[in-house]
């Protein structure tokens, strides 16, 4: 890993293998979170919720992987953009960026940081008060007041209206991102072929149908408390 590391297209490799893997999460948390508006009154979005709460495999397994995955793609972005921009040694007199790419390729780490910042909140509201309940104060029931409290946490979590905001605005980004991202993730494995541009319009429908969604679950929720 370290040798695949050292090299420039070894990086941008390592990158794309990173976001396809939190593309992949990105889609299996969307699956889960959008039960969570079906007419049951939460009954499926808590059963999944438990399940993935709860399973071993998952908590111990794909839970850590998850976060290596997350630390290991910001870090990488950060460290591409630092040899990407020390690689610039040639000053012009005037610089058209946007005649040779688009906004969003040549705004990425503004996007990712947003995201990042993103992804800090989101783990302050959910995943922080998860370990709390689960390994510090060892309650793996899911219940409270005898009733799963997954949906209604995650009701309570956007009655705020600033809050609502930021998640929307947060998957705006994420979608500014992935506009760019997949299609990048691909040339770095070097999907160059007859079905690029099957790539390119499947990468625009996840990177805005996906947020979308999202945006969707949280106008939801605020409104229907």
Not at 29 to 50: C, L, Q, R, W, Y
Not at 150 to 164: N, S, T
Not at 169 to 196: E, I, M, R, W
């Amino acid at each position: 890993m370290s040798g695949l590391l050292k090299s420039s297209i070894g990086r941008k490799f390592a990158m794309a293998l990173s976001a396809f893997f939190l593309m992949l999460f990105l889609l299996q948390h969307f699956a889960i979170n959008i039960t969570s508006i079906f007419p049951d009154n939460g009954a499926t979005f808590n059963k999944m919720s438990h399940f993935m709460g709860t399973n071993p495999l998952i908590q111990y397994v794909m839970q850590p992987v998850l976060i290596f995955g997350v630390v290991f793609h910001f870090v990488m972005g950060f460290i591409l953009e630092m040899k990407n921009n020390s690689a610039r040694k040639v000053s012009y007199a005037k610089n058209n960026g946007a005649a040779n790419s688009t906004w969003m390729s040549r705004n990425m780490i503004y996007s990712g940081g947003f995201i990042l910042v993103f992804i800090i909140i989101h783990f302050i509201d959910f995943w922080f008060p998860e370990i709390n309940t689960k390994f510090i104060q060892g309650d793996w029931s899911g219940l409270h007041d005898g009733e799963f409290r997954y949906f209604h946490e995650l009701q309570h979590k956007f009655l705020a209206p600033w809050r609502v905001g930021l998640y929307v605005l947060g998957f705006v980004f994420l979608a500014l991102h992935l506009l760019h991202g997949f299609s990048s993730a691909f040339q770095s494995v070097g999907a160059n072929n007859k079905y690029t541009r099957g790539l390119k319009g499947f990468g625009k429908v996840y990177a805005i149908g996906i947020p979308v969604g999202f945006i969707i679950i949280a106008l939801f929720h605020h409104f229907n408390h």
